[in-house]
């Protein structure tokens, strides 16, 4: 069963930068009929993609975050990673990360269990 | 941006409800690629629809979706307890690029 999990630190500086990492377990994140993707979720609000990458490294990014995102992934360690520069506090959220499939139906079918980001000084 | 949903919605047990969820001709109405997540507090999103109208393996049929122009839609029928959650559709929009909508409060009373 595949399984993912988000880690990395629960508390940013303004300005500075976010990085979180998703590691996949239970599956091959070289697999051919999935992206990878970070979706986000201010409290209270609604979900808001943020981006996708592919095993290859093919990157698909939100255009309102494309500037200050950066997503990234290692096949060696069936991970990959998220970057988001020049934080503020509209940038804390619940993070998620999940497997898109575009084969079998175009969905986000496995999720992690989202890990809150808090912006503050 | 963002695709558009009812704040909230609710119905008694054993009632349908439907949850809209309306974009333009660049997302919903040019691809049927809607998929439709459950959310329970606290918790992570589950799917219930993709591509509209289908159900993954072990989604119960009392949950059915419909697309019609540039609004798609959430049917819940025979409502339970249990369904109390918020619900929220995302679509392809093109370009390799995915929205969300704002997501609905389901309250059941």
């Known amino acids: 069963q595949l399984q993912l999990q988000e880690s990395g630190p629960g508390l940013v500086k303004p300005s500075e930068t976010l990085s979180l990492t998703c590691i996949v377990s239970?599956?091959?994140?070289?697999?051919?009929?999935?992206?990878w993707g970070w979706i986000r979720q201010p409290p209270g609000k609604g979900l808001e993609w943020i981006a996708n990458i592919y095993y290859s490294g093919s990157t698909y990014y939100n255009p309102s975050l494309k500037s200050r995102v950066t997503i990234s992934v290692d096949t060696s360690k069936n991970q990959f990673s998220l970057k988001l520069s020049s934080v503020t506090a509209a940038d804390t959220a619940v993070y998620y990360c999940a497997r898109y499939d575009f084969w079998n139906g175009s969905f986000f079918d496995s999720w992690g269990q989202g890990t809150l980001v808090i912006v503050s000084s | 941006s963002a695709l558009t949903q009812p704040a909230s919605v609710s119905g008694s047990p054993g009632q349908s409800i439907t949850i809209s969820c309306t974009g333009t001709?660049?997302?919903?109405?040019?691809?049927?690629?809607v998929s439709w997540y459950q959310q329970h507090p606290g918790k992570a999103p589950k799917l219930l629809i993709y591509?509209?109208?289908k159900r993954p393996s072990g989604v119960s049929n009392r949950f059915s979706g419909s697309k019609s122009g540039n609004t798609a839609s959430l049917t819940i029928s025979g409502l339970q307890a249990e369904d109390e959650a918020d619900y929220s559709c995302c679509s392809y929009a093109g370009s390799t690029t995915w929205v969300f909508g704002g997501g609905t409060k389901l309250t059941v009373l």
């Open positions: 001709s660049s997302d919903v109405g040019s691809h049927n690629l």
């Open positions: 239970g599956g091959s994140i070289s697999s051919s009929s999935d992206y």
């Open positions: 591509e509209g109208i």
